[in-house]
């Protein structure tokens, strides 16, 4: 009986270790992404703006090649 215990204790040791190890790699890789996130320069509203008319520019001309193509 002890050694039964003793064995699901083993167990269940090597599972918590497994399965701990594997979040906390989970976790220092999505810190990772988001340090990486942090560092990048902050979008300004002009630039959110330029982008914005940019695709709907894009949009504009993907609609007139495909009134072409009709």
């Known amino acids: 009986m002890l ?3 003793r ?3 083993r167990k269940n040791r090597e599972l918590n270790n497994e399965i701990l190890g594997r979040e906390l790699n989970d976790k220092r890789e999505r ?3 988001i340090e990486l996130l942090l560092q990048e320069p902050m979008t300004t509203q ?3 703006e330029r982008l914005t008319n940019d695709v709907k520019r894009l949009q504009k ?3 007139m090649l495909d ?3 009709k």
Request: charged content about 40%; overall charge negative.
């Open 3 to 5: 050694e039964n215990l």
């Open 7 to 9: 064995t699901d204790t």
């Open 31 to 33: 810190l990772q992404r």
């Open 46 to 48: 002009s630039e959110l």
């Open 61 to 63: 001309d993907c609609m």
């Open 67 to 69: 009134e072409k193509l």
